[in-house]
């Protein structure tokens, strides 16, 4: 398996994951926060899918798919917010009333992604995306980022679906 493959299969693998933890939630399940102050279930969907899109674009040099989406998922949050930093007000503003249209989104964010990672080879992955660190962080490590981003998310949510469960 070559690196595409690789990248490929780590992606699709967090497309599973995030279905799974997403299957039969309700609006009220979606808005749980563990002990009122913790992140809810429908805010690290929507979070997780805003980290990959907003990256991912920025890597493709492509629009943001949140541009054609955010109304239809009902939240106002412009391209520039993708949850990092947020205040608990914030966290409790993001609430998810058409799980559908979350899926959608991140559907189209996966498809994104994955046209994207058509197009690396090792000469991208080398490239340098952001000189703001040292070293310079490059596409291959950025797109290690999202992953382990997108990994701890999905347990987090897995998590808190587990804790209404018991």
């Known amino acids: 398996?070559?690196?595409?493959?690789?990248?490929?299969?780590?992606?699709?693998?967090?497309?599973?994951?995030?279905?799974?933890?997403a299957d039969g939630l309700d609006e009220e399940t979606l808005a749980h926060r563990p002990d009122g102050t913790g992140n809810s279930i429908g805010w690290?969907?929507?979070h997780l899918a805003r980290v990959q899109d907003d990256h991912v674009a920025d890597l493709a040099q492509q629009p943001q798919v949140w541009e054609e989406w955010q109304a239809r998922v009902g939240l106002p949050?412009?391209?520039?917010?993708?949850?990092?930093?947020?205040?608990?007000?914030?966290?409790d503003?993001?609430?998810?009333?058409?799980?559908?249209?979350?899926?959608?989104?991140?559907?189209?964010v996966t498809l994104a992604?994955?046209?994207?990672?058509?197009?690396?080879?090792?000469?991208?992955?080398?490239?340098e995306v952001d000189q703001r660190w040292d070293p310079p962080v490059?596409?291959?490590?950025?797109?290690?980022?999202?992953?382990g981003d997108c990994l701890q998310h999905l347990g987090q949510a897995a998590y808190v679906k587990g804790l209404l469960k018991t």
């Open 138 to 147: 490059t596409a291959g490590v950025r797109l290690v980022s999202i992953i």
């Open 44 to 46: 690290l969907l929507w």
């Open 77 to 91: 949050n412009g391209t520039d917010d993708i949850g990092f930093g947020h205040t608990t007000e914030q966290v």
């Open 113 to 127: 992604t994955a046209r994207y990672l058509q197009t690396v080879d090792e000469r991208e992955l080398e490239r």
């Open 1 to 21: 398996m070559d690196v595409r493959g690789v990248l490929t299969e780590a992606f699709g693998r967090t497309t599973e994951l995030y279905d799974g933890v």
């Open 93 to 108: 503003a993001i609430r998810i009333t058409d799980l559908e249209a979350l899926l959608g989104y991140h559907h189209e």
